[in-house]
């Protein structure tokens, strides 16, 4: 019989829509299980071949799961406020609702003809009135409690795309978007105050299943330091407090920096001898973004102030005060005391502007460089820390500034506030009114949603306001506590805020009481599995593991952390090893796939295409392999026999494959799953028959990869129900003991490491092994496989260029 797939994968989506298969089910005694990936931005293009890796994965844990007797919640929705849809409404003066249902209906039908098994009557779409609703609402409870705050502050500027970016947004000093340059300028803008989470957003970290390398990006990016304030008596007869991570080096502070923008500046005009230079120098910095005064090798600049110095503490010594911007305003206390001899910056500086360097710790050669490894080091030049560690001289200074009242022990975050506001149309409007009697003011809850309204132009206003600044009639309105004349905000939010929440809103979609029922969320919650990219580990994961410990503060939601286990995928590359994308003619169309080869081969190429977590290449040579082997699958049927349990040649081998698929899902090996299936097939074909006891397992084990076939041979077979209704197979550990055999791997005749294979394993199954150590994947990333040889049990070498 032919293999007809297309055929089959309509038929079984039909079934599976008609009988709402998918669906979670509301009995909440049911043992349950909740994965979850990010939901898409549904841009014009479509589906990209990089989206279904994270859902197929994680589809695959889902229907595991669903034979494995738990009830499981695998939802799907659109995040569909952003740029991108606001831009194209612009240019083509169509409504951006109408584009994002166009692009919505688009990628709805692309996932469904993939055969992925969500929950679709949970479908949200956060620019839907009913879903912002409660993003609105959570904005509200936030701002209760002193979470939002609207702030004067030099925001990040894009020149093109004319919107406030965050720091996150500005990638290597351009907009990430659109690669637009950035500038600094001051605006009023709504923020969230993450800051009061930074401590608990490290901590909790300690209590979930994340891949350790997400949990280092988390800690790195909030960036917790330990260190002490100091404060330097001045010539002006105040003092000026520094953050220091190394007060053991004090004797060594040869001259101190205060950033641009510091108030001290304004504090001592009247004793200062050169104001307009200094403040010509602000204007200057004004103009660099964070990440461009900060860079290490850029060439220090500097003012010193005349007319004020700073008195070093712990000797007495005059040392001048400079401005550069090499100190930020928003760190610490935005004034340094400057190493030279201890810190590459300082000593850059020291070097340019002819200032003492003191090594304060024994070991490099500070004239040639500062002496920075300098951890373990020996103090020197230190009066009373002189021949301490520099371990033992932390603790005894910290104490002698603490006795003194000089200084304090103090931790600081470089983690910065949220900035919560975009001066653009299509996101949800902030639910607050301005007053000129009460201030700020938030709009009663029995009002919301408050809609986006009907303007006639997208196009933000040529002082970067909003277009609903030019809306009168909707901006003036009434104070809701006094009744009087009030202005609505009309910043909208930023494109995080409707994801910050979303998987609080799958447990319950159709609420219009809360934004979910107490019940449903300590049922679903926490998420058992998220996976989705490393991109947004330190934004969208962040931010919304912050909404969720507000909101769990408030009582609102039962757990304090929102995702037990986090995994991240490795993107698909071009067939030549460089990022997908239009410009470079290399991108691969899911439609023309899933045409072609069908979704089961899809699927199952996608999870084998290499390491589920490292970035892969496509290859049409290997989705045809891919597409033989359901083939052959399919052809097992002409060869099936009576007998009900495992035949004696097979029985160990089923055993094994048992364990090693159940198992490589858990661990997001799903390449070397499907290598196993493979393996086995070759062996069944070898036999030439395979039992129904056999066929069964097979099918149950291929069945969350290629879920179409499966169901259609266990009809065909007439095994009695529908697959997706049978139970997850077992095995006996006592059956899967195996002769292996350790083999090298080589990369290009290198050697790259060893791996345990079971003797006799096929070619394809040694590959994907292979493949899975880092090693050989960083070796063949971004080149394509041009061979394999494989010598049985001794070796396999893999070319490529
Ligand atoms: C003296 C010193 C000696 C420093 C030494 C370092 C090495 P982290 O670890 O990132 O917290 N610093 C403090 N505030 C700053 C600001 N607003 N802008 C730029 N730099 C600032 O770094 C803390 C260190 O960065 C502080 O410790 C300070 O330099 C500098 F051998 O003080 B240190
Ligand atoms: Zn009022």
Redesign the pocket.
Known sequence: MRYDFAAIEKKWQDIWEKKGTFRAKDDYSLPKYYALVEFPYPSGQGLHVGHPRSYTALDIVARKRRLQGYNVLYPMGWDAFGLPTENFAIKNHIHPEIVTKKNVARFKQQLKSLGLSFDWSREINTTDPNYYKWTQWIFLQLFKKGLAYKKEMAVNWCTSCKVVLANEEVVNGVCERCGGEVIRKVKSQWMLKITDYAQKLIDDLDEVDYLERIKTQQRNWI?R?T?AEVNFKTTAGDTLT??????D?LF??TYM?I?PEHPNIEKWSSLIENMPELIAYREQSARKSDFER?EVQKEKTGVEIKGVKAINPVNGREIPIFVSD??????????????P???T??WEFAKKFGLPIIEV?KGGDVEKE?F?D?ETGIMVNSDFLNGLTVQEAQVKIKKWLTEKGIGREKV?F?LRDWVFSRQRYWGEPIPLVHCEKCGWVPIPEDQLPLRLPEVESYEPTDNGESPLAAMEDWVNTTCPKCGGKARRETDTMPQWAGSSWYFLRYCDPHNDKELASKEALEYWLPVDWYNGGMEHTTLHLLYSRFWNKALYDMGIVPYKEPYKKRTSHGMILGENGEKMSKSRGNVVNPDEIVKEYGADTMRLYEMFIGDFEKAAPWSSASIKGCRRFLERVFALQDIVTDEEGYSKELESSMHKCIKKVSEDIENLKFNTAIAAMMSLLNEITDKGSITRGELKTLLLLLNPFAPHITEELWEIEKFGGMLNEQKWPEYDEEKCKDDSVEIPVQVNGKLKGTITIPVGAEKEQVQAMAQSLDKVASAIAGKNIIKVIYIQNKLINIVAK
């Open positions: 960036g330091s260190g520094i953050y220091t991570t190394r007060p080096t060594g502070a920096v950033a900060t090499y100190v930020l305003m928003s760190y610490g206390t935005g004034a340094i005391m400057a190493v001899a201890h810190d910056r300082d710790v500062a920075t300098c600081n470089k």
